[in-house]
């Protein structure tokens, strides 16, 4: 079963269209989607989530999302949130238990002990009751990953978890990403750094607007589509590389 | 027929709802329209504080100039204790406004208590300062507060082209030259001064409309600053006439209360326009 | 005692409880982001108040509850309305639709026939805590005595009540509370149903608006809300002791400034009682400033 199905997908902000008529089949494995600043790259997985409005659908494993909800999590981008906000590393990871149990009082020990869980796979058990903005940002981009982890879910889409993280941290990361996908789990992550694409990701989508290409990354990821996606001149844009 | 004082009264309002256009472009161009409503609230224990000291001192406790200039002492603490807290950075501008306007209003509410116990109607009108009585105003009152609010849509116009550069593109005009914290210092100044001038006929509660609701109706109706800027004006003033002579006509409605509803009256014109368009 | 239980009482258990309940709905505003929105639901629902009052023409609670809920809905519904169509940023957008309520409120309460003696514009301003007397206690009997408590002012029981069920509204919600406060678009992308709990953070707000206007007025309801949670963001970076600490806080500057304006001077000997309301909101301010220095120093 696909995991996730976008047939005809449009998002306007205004007049002007952010994203065109999107329809693309998501593989199981790994999957990067790419494109410049602009390209509409979160608005399709907030599109796809329902997080803003938009013509065409998306349909999770063959259903609607409502019917697929606990089989799709989700990563949204690092500075979309307030790190400042008064909650402990654990406090964050347990809010991805919130839909499997109860809604008033404390989470109950099982639920923490599976957030727990969840923190020592990213290496961050230690600092479960470490308030979040006393963490450094790749630490707190593992405690993301750890909540999305959580989520126990069968696809996760991710915004970006690469995105200004030091070398270990990516290291770190990119372990984990490879382990779920080993473990059978589908992942779609933004990625910016086109130099590393091959190194981590299976599949490829190529995106600016609308799509250009889609496929593993050995088809698309190629010079000629690259220039399709960003435009000439993308030379010392460290793909050479 | 229009007496000389409501005459005077009119034309100050008229003045007062140019400024406010003005001042209010910027304001509204800044993101800076809330930090009107903090300082509007801030000015009341300036005010009482005011009336206060001219009870002991034995002068005229109704005069406007003293009242106005406790109110700006005011207003200028209000605005840097929300930068303090602000500058705290757990707390966010919009909490620290909120924290502000309460707590100064709150001061200004435990003077007036204080007040009412004295003698000698010391408090008489004070309350006006909340919600705008234009109709009470007295001829000079009026020109007083015509006045300020002259000399604030002078000092606009004399900006210009530095409040047009600091709200197109703040960091760009840095990089030309421009002194952008001393600009936005001279915009907050201009808020200031147009919110105290506003403090008698529109009041503190709601004196932050008068900035807003012009300027916003004009945002809608123009592409351009200058033609945002000459509508804003134009809004503001016929507000401020058709408020005052609507509450002067209506025994005991709210001057500010007046003004506030024919700029919405406006808004809401603009809205449906521009959807027609 | 009995001139206490007569005099101060009922002021003071309303102070305690509007304290409270504002304090226990400040820290979503303030982790929101949103305290404006405060500020603007207190001043909107003052139409709606007023309506609820002239239809029914005395100061019933369920009226003016009803009527301030819509009041509190539509505005928020305009002031994102509002950003999104005049493509208005949100302070603007929020000071349109609050100043513009609260004026349509005012015009509503002097056309309507709604003013008087109980619910007039000094009320809306001030509060009217100095009126709430219990005149038929007796003596501490009265505390136990049902007919006695009978005779409680409405604004006790409007205050009780909102208070409880927003605070069990909050107990149910706790989790999905948090969740939306630190990240909605997550909480959504779980299946939450987000607007649906932003209408009722909102609908709790207008209730406790209400039940606190009788108290403080609508003004300082703004200080209740927001001051305490404030304060608390100050001092503590953890979720429970936050929400819960500030309706402690709440409560404790609502209770302290009204000692500090009435009974206290009356105590040392000075017949000069200043305004309840405005003691409770200064002391509020004083709190988060107390609170700013003292982490100012802890930081270094």
Redesign the interface.
Known sequence: MTPLSIRHLSVFYGERPALEDVSWEVPAGLTAIIGPNGAGKSTLL?AA???IGHQGEARFFGTTL?AA?AR?G?L?QRA???W?????AL??VS??R??R?????R?PRRERDAARAALAEVGLDALADR?I?QLSGGQQQRVFLA?CLA?EADLLLMDEPLAAVDAATEREIIRVLQKLVQAGKSIVAVHHDLASVPHIFQHALMLNGRVIAAGTVAEVFTPAMIVDTYGPGLSDDGLAA | MISHNTLVVVLGCAALGVASGAVGCFALLRGRALLADAMGHAALPGVVGAALLGAWWGTDPRALPPLLLGGAVAGTLGLWAVHALAATGRIRQDAAIGVVLASFYALGVVGLSVIQAMPAGAQAGLSHFILGQAATMRTQDAWAAGGLALVSVAATVALFPRLRALCFDAEFAALQGLNIRRTDAALMGLILLVCIAGLPAVGLVLVVALLVLPAATARMLNHRLPGMLATSCAVGGTAGVLGALISAGHQGWPTGAAVVLVGMAFFVAALLVRREA | MTQFLQLDFAPLLCAILAGATCGLLGSFLVLRREALLGDAITHAVLPGIVLGFAVTGARAGLPMLLGAGAAALLAAWLISHLRRVARLEGGAATGIVFTSFFAAGLVLLETSGARSVDLDVDCVLFGQMETLLWPQAMGPGALLDPVALGGLPPAVFLLAGVGAAIALAVALLWQPLKLLCFDADFAQSLGLRVRWLDMALHLMLAAAAVAAFEAVGSILVVALLVAPAAAMRLITNRYTPQVLGGAALGAAVAALGYGLAGPLPAALGSGHAVSAAGMIGVLSGLVVAGAAMAGRWRHG
Not at chain 1, 84 to 88: E, H
């Open positions: 907030k989530l329902g997080l409502d909800r799709v989700y949204p979309s949130v307030d400042d906000f008064p909650a402990s406090d964050v809010m991805a919130t839909p149990t109860r809604w008033w009082g989470l308030p903005g909540r989520q």
